[in-house]
């Protein structure tokens, strides 16, 4: 038994761009629904997404956050930029990260490219109240990095619990 053969719509099909019914003439608008379908079927799996928006390549720049009990660092690779190209902002509860990242070479003189250009933005929430005037931000080796001071108040929710270390008895 082949693969193709487990999945159900791949059966008795010829390899043709559209698909057609078994035995039957296909109708225009099933057609017109299955070669969409197909298409952005291609256009995903261009983007090397398994399932529509189940990976994180559709969020750009990719960010990694930590925490410690006195700040939170947000990181996001911006790679082929500089730091006079990329904008940070405190808006509210949230970090902004916007900028815009210009082709190196004109569309003529490509011939293929998985690289992203073109502006970006991304909002990342803030689940502590942070001190604005100790903000900082550094840019290295096409690295972000922000550090966000909590505030004292935020700083006193945060309780440490202790981990017992015997096992319970049954």
Known sequence: MAIRDLIPWGRNESRSAVPSTRGEEAHPLLTFHREMNRLFDDVFRSFDVPS????SGLAWPSVELTES???????????GMDEREVEVLLDDDALVIRGEKKAEADDKERGFSERYYGRFERVI???????????????????????LPKSPKAQSKTKRIAVNGKAAET
């Not at 529509?52 to 990976?55: C, D, E, L, T």
């Not at 502590?128 to 900082?136: F, H, L």
């Open 52 to 55: 529509a928006f189940g990976r």
């Open 125 to 147: 929430p803030l689940p502590y109240e942070v001190e604005e005037a100790k903000v900082e931000a550094s840019f290295k080796n096409g690295v972000l990095t922000v550090s």
């Open 69 to 79: 009990d006195d700040k939170l660092k947000v990181a996001a690779e911006v790679p």
